[in-house]
């Protein structure tokens, strides 16, 4: 079976809606859930404050803010599965900036991304310098 992202219906709305309100910066944050194998199977997500000096067009998690949104989805018995983030101007494809900075070694990366108006859904898992697309189910 390939790696997949698990995403409840719940969960994909309440993404898009974060996105939508965010917006034109960028929005991200941590999946919490569990991981059976290679289906990764998301439970909650935890928003953390972008402090990039140009959030409109990258995203870098606030690190005070990460580090308590992780101990918090362990205490609601979690485990961090992904990091997710919008593209509020492009498609949920990873950016030459994503790639370059590659920071979540083997985490799935959930992009909400805008193609015309309507937000979208993509994952990813990047491994080195390539990003290898996830099935979202
Ligand atoms: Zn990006």
Redo the contacts with the bound molecule.
Sequence with gaps: MPLALSLPSTLRRALQAEAQRGAPN?VCGLLGGVQRGPLFQAACYMPVPNCAATPQM??AMQPEAMVAAILALQRAGYALIGVY???PH?AP???A??IAEGAWQATP?L?IGYAATQPRLAAWLIEGRSFTHLALI
Excluded: L, T
């Design positions: 960028e990258r995203f983030h919008s593209h492009s494809v990873p950016s900036v994503d990366y992009i």
